[in-house]
């Protein structure tokens, strides 16, 4: 049993693309129109979920980094008035 590759970000991105696509030409039947806008709706929502996590983990990364103790002799070198 082979375990089913799971599409990357970039792949279901560019499927929800074609799938913009070819509900925009308007040559579709209703049935493969309906279909395909399920499908992307689901593309949409999963695209979303993995955006909005790279947000996060990019903002918990950046408020790690700012927990530092900020270096005062720094701005003194670079003239900054306090």
Same mark, same amino acid.
């Given at each position: 049993?082979?375990?089913? %590759?799971?599409?990357?970000?970039?792949? *279901?991105?560019? !499927?929800? =693309?074609?799938?913009? +696509?070819?509900? $925009?030409?308007?040559? /579709?039947?209703?049935?493969?129109?309906?279909?395909?806008? %399920?499908?992307?709706?689901?593309?949409? *929502?999963?695209? !979303?979920? =993995?955006?909005?996590? +790279?947000?996060? $983990?990019?903002?918990? /990364?950046?408020?790690?980094?700012?927990?530092?103790?900020?270096?005062?002799?720094?701005?003194?070198?670079?003239?900054?008035?306090?």
């Amino acid at each position: 049993m082979s375990a089913k %590759k799971v599409p990357t970000f970039e792949e *279901r991105l560019r !499927r929800l =693309q074609e799938v913009v +696509a070819a509900l $925009e030409g308007g040559e /579709l039947d209703l049935e493969t129109s309906v279909r395909l806008y %399920k499908e992307g709706l689901e593309l949409s *929502r999963s695209c !979303r979920e =993995q955006l909005e996590k +790279a947000r996060n $983990e990019v903002r918990i /990364l950046t408020e790690a980094g700012t927990e530092q103790p900020f270096d005062e002799q720094v701005l003194d070198e670079a003239g900054d008035e306090r």
